[in-house]
């Protein structure tokens, strides 16, 4: 079984966006969501795929990933799934010897902008950049998925 250890926070100043490596734009959108699981859509950059997720709230989660062909993914983020999709662009920083992911959302979740880390064990430590606000993992609120029927300019 796959499984994803991942922290989230929210991201309380712009001080991060010097210090990007690269960035990809993402689309994702969810064909099911159930109180086990979830279905996704995802494009980023030129890449596709399919992501089914546990529902467990917090740090660890089941995950599986699978790659797809594009024009199959924008075929069932157009016709299948769930809107409004998720729109966000991902930027990768270092910091303290980890890759974080902050994705700044755009469309129906304009202004939110959180920060991601998975981490190898639940338990592991790691360094807490300046720009990093309040953790936000165990808050379903922050879970993309949520954000399609709650979107963030509604709160």
């Known amino acids: 079984m796959a499984t994803e250890i991942e922290r989230k926070f929210l991201v309380k100043d712009n001080s ?27 494009i980023a950059g030129k890449d596709a795929s399919l992501n089914i997720k546990g529902m467990t709230l917090g740090v660890t989660r089941s995950e599986y990933d699978y790659a797809i062909p594009a024009d199959d993914a924008r075929a069932m983020l157009k016709n299948l799934c769930m809107q409004p999709l998720i729109e966000k662009t991902r930027y990768y920083v270092k910091h303290g010897g980890h890759t974080w992911e902050i994705d700044a959302f755009a ?7 959180v920060a991601e880390l998975e981490l190898q064990a639940h338990d592991e430590s790691f360094e807490h950049p300046p720009w990093l606000g309040k ?12 954000l399609i029927e709650h979107p963030y300019s509604s709160w």
């Open 16 to 42: 991060w966006r010097d210090l990007s490596t690269n960035s990809k734009q993402i689309i994702q959108g969810y064909l099911a969501n159930t109180d086990r699981g979830s279905v996704r859509i995802r």
């Open 107 to 113: 469309g129906a979740n304009a202004g939110l902008v």
């Open 135 to 146: 953790e936000v993992s165990d808050d379903p609120r922050y879970y993309n998925v949520c």
